[in-house]
């Protein structure tokens, strides 16, 4: 502590000498202003919220970054999405009912735990597609471009390793964009993609098959769906109704997709990258 205050001192010492030194130069108000204007530029333009990142020529890809919530389609195709996975609990579960009515998903993985519980998803996600949703599910809208761009650098390569499948779209934990997280969506030539449509377990508690009609009747052509397979019980009453969910949507003439096949079917100029 006596260290800490020592290194404190001298370094107001200093900061405050080489003030009066510039003031003797160029008349003390103004510079003392610019040098709070460039103190305060220079440390936002490093924050979560800046889209750039320091002052070199920045490696940005394409440089094309779309946030997707929904895809314009002209036919009944819907994408259902699961978070947080994998885990033992319900993960599972989920592929298990998915391979029964061959029902393709895209799974927006957390990387610490595809690394943890790779077994579970080995050999598992034929079909399927595996989206980045960081390393450990920590808000990467409050981290700088440099901390998002390694913690998301780190879950690519764990889910990339675990399931044998490079990921191409990126969801952030809890929908959470900053520029950072942008700036670091370009340089990785990453999807930004959300959803239309979740999944609302605590308004149907107990009731599987009242929360399926529910979503059944939510969706749209288009629809990229949210849910999870990791989570509490209360997650139970989605997941035991996905069964249901299925039937219905398929008795309305939707089709499932991936989120990426989803994207490629997109109406409209331009649409699909
Ligand atoms: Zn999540």
Redesign the pocket.
């Known amino acids: 502590m006596a260290d800490g205050a020592g290194r404190w001192r001298r370094r107001a010492l200093l900061s405050r000498s080489a003030l009066l030194l510039g003031g003797a130069a160029f008349g003390s108000a103004a510079t003392l202003e610019a040098a709070r204007v460039t103190d305060r530029r220079s440390r936002l333009g490093d924050g979560p919220a800046s889209t750039t990142a320091g002052n070199r020529r920045q490696d940005v890809g394409a440089g094309d970054v779309r946030v997707v919530w929904d895809v314009p389609v002209g036919t009944p195709l819907v994408a259902l999405t699961f978070?947080?996975g994998p885990r033992p609990q319900w993960t599972p579960m989920v592929l298990d009912i998915l391979a029964e009515h061959r029902v393709p998903a895209t799974f927006?993985l957390?990387g610490e735990r595809a690394r943890r519980h790779a077994a579970l998803v080995r050999g598992r996600l034929d079909g399927h597609e595996v989206g980045n949703?960081s390393w450990a599910?920590h808000d990467l809208a409050r981290m700088d471009p440099a901390a998002v761009h390694d913690d998301l650098r780190r879950s690519h390569d764990a889910i990339t390793s675990a399931t044998g499948l490079a990921p191409r779209l990126l969801r952030p934990?809890?929908g959470h964009l900053g520029g950072a997280v942008l700036h670091a969506a370009a340089r990785l030539d990453y999807r930004l993609v959300l959803w239309s449509l979740q999944m609302v377990e605590r308004e149907f508690p107990h009731d599987p098959a009242g929360h399926a009609r529910r979503i059944v009747g939510d969706v749209r052509p288009g629809t990229i769906v949210l849910g999870?397979d990791v989570g509490d019980e209360r997650r139970l009453v989605a997941l035991a109704g996905l069964p249901d969910m299925i039937t219905g949507l398929r008795a309305r003439g939707y089709t499932f997709v991936t989120v990426s096949d989803l994207l490629s079917r997109a109406a409209g100029p331009g649409a699909a990258r």
Do not use: A, I, L
Request: charged fraction near 20%; avoid cysteine.
């Open positions: 978070d947080d927006f957390v949703h599910h934990p809890w999870h």
